[in-house]
């Protein structure tokens, strides 16, 4: 069993920065067998992938509209996955879900149907 938390999240000013971080728990767990992704979710839309980063983090994936603006990193002595995000537009404005999924390669899933463990999301509200 895997316990995924989400924090950071908050309201934020156009061109603003914020990091969030999620905290990965489990009974008998090992962080760096798991792959990572923050997805967002705005009202009416389709939960979609911002970036993933596999079990060592030497692979990451980014959605283009987050491409220079975005970085996902981890620390898998803590257990614990980020995300920058700068440069904030009012169209990041979402609920933002950590997921982890098993993978003890360096695949990174990109699709949220291959993703097991999510957290409860943190809202991150962008003002213009």
């Known amino acids: 069993q895997v316990q995924v938390v989400e924090s950071g999240g908050g309201l934020v000013q156009a061109g603003g920065s914020l990091r969030l971080s999620c905290a990965v728990s489990g009974r008998t767990f090992k962080f760096s067998n798991y792959a990572m992704g923050w997805f967002r979710q705005a009202p009416g839309k389709e939960r979609d992938l911002v970036a993933a980063i596999s079990g060592s983090g030497g692979t990451t994936y980014y959605t283009d509209s987050v491409k220079g603006r975005g970085t996902i990193s981890r620390d898998n002595a803590k257990n614990t996955v980020y995300l920058q995000m700068n440069s904030l537009k009012p169209e990041d404005t979402a609920v933002y879900f950590c997921?982890?999924?098993?993978?003890?390669?360096?695949?990174?899933?990109?699709?949220?149907?291959?993703?097991?463990?999510w957290g409860q999301g943190t809202q991150v509200t962008v003002s213009s």
């Open positions: 997921a982890a999924q098993l993978r003890i390669n360096e695949y990174v899933p990109r699709n949220k149907d291959e993703f097991s463990y």
